[in-house]
């Protein structure tokens, strides 16, 4: 089956403009997650979904992001008057369970985000 | 706050040869991945250990976890070029109804021939 994908792959943004990036999880996964990560370092957690809720959003990084999951699959990571500093790739993953030991992360391509 | 740490950062070493990642973390967790990622492409999972004493062997790879210790190893057998990659390890991070994973800052491993 297919594995986590994301669109686009790679977006060159001016500052200022607002960007919208989609991940289409594995097909029946429940647990979403957004990840940023900086060039040279690890995934840094942004935001997670349980279907279509938003259950934590505690990394997201200021007011400008905005995560939605409307139907509890597809979902969208809108960040609004992009800064330099907004320049990463954005990462998202999927899993099926919820809280279950052993429930593997699986990773999207990621987006490749930057802001001139 | 659930801090991880990998060392070394940076490993160069020749084929044939044995070494080993090291990553500590801070507060208590029983859920420890590692993952691999190739340059330019997303993350693949490696391992996933979850209890004291658990080790899982893939190939040339064997991860290991001491939740007392709050230490896993990677350890690389006979490495092969193939294997030069980015090694994260990611520990589970309680709290409320998230499950989110916090990453080490990564092992570059390059295999020289």
């Known amino acids: 089956g297919a594995g986590v994908s994301q669109s686009p792959r790679y977006k060159v943004a001016k500052r200022g403009q607002d960007v919208a990036l989609r991940c289409d999880p594995i097909s029946g996964h429940v647990s979403l997650f957004w990840y940023q990560q900086a060039l040279g370092q690890g995934p840094e957690f942004l935001t997670y979904f349980q279907n279509e809720a938003q259950l934590d959003k505690s990394g997201l990084p200021s007011d400008r992001f905005f995560a939605e999951r409307p139907e509890g699959s597809v979902s969208t990571l809108k960040i609004q008057r992009t800064q330099q500093e907004d320049s990463a790739v954005y990462l998202c993953a999927s899993s099926f369970y919820t809280g279950a030991q052993g429930d593997t992360q699986y990773f999207g391509p990621g987006t490749r985000l930057t802001v001139l | 706050e659930l801090k991880v740490e990998q060392n070394p950062l940076f490993l160069s070493m020749q084929e044939g040869k044995n070494y080993t990642i090291y990553c500590n973390y801070s507060t208590t967790s029983d859920r420890l991945y590692w993952y691999r990622q190739d340059p330019g492409k997303s993350l693949e999972s490696l391992f996933v250990?979850?209890?004291?004493?658990a080790v899982k062997q893939e190939g040339r790879l064997m991860a290991s976890l001491d939740t007392k210790a709050r230490l896993s190893t990677l350890h690389i057998t006979a490495a092969v070029h193939d294997l030069s990659a980015t090694y994260f390890c990611?520990?589970?991070?309680?709290?409320?109804?998230?499950?989110?994973?916090?990453f080490g800052t990564g092992t570059l491993l390059a295999v020289q021939p």
């Open positions: 990611a520990v589970a991070a309680y709290g409320g109804a998230t499950n989110k994973l916090i």
């Open positions: 250990l979850l209890s004291n004493g």
